[in-house]
């Protein structure tokens, strides 16, 4: 792999992924997978330490609809 291309590379936990794709999903509407969580878990985090009036971009690598029947969409109902 040319390690020169890209700056750093930032580890994001499974529970980081999966809390940010069900956070893309009910907020904004956007059906990812857990890579997707995990891509906009770590764009966030560059977007705090860059602070305000930067621009942070990321991809969507991955379709929450294969997802859709697995504990990653199961949402807790609120009474």
Not at 1 to 25: K, P, Q
Not at 44 to 63: D, H, W, Y
């Amino acid at each position: 792999m040319d390690t020169s291309i890209y700056n750093e590379v930032i580890t994001v936990s499974n529970e980081n992924a999966f809390e940010t794709a069900r956070r893309l999903a009910r907020e904004e509407g956007i059906l990812g997978g857990i890579s997707t969580g995990a891509n906009v878990y770590a764009a966030l985090e560059v977007a705090k330490r860059l602070g305000k009036g930067k621009k942070v971009v990321t991809v969507s690598p991955s379709n929450g609809e294969r997802y859709l029947s697995t504990p990653l969409y199961q949402f807790e109902t609120e009474e």
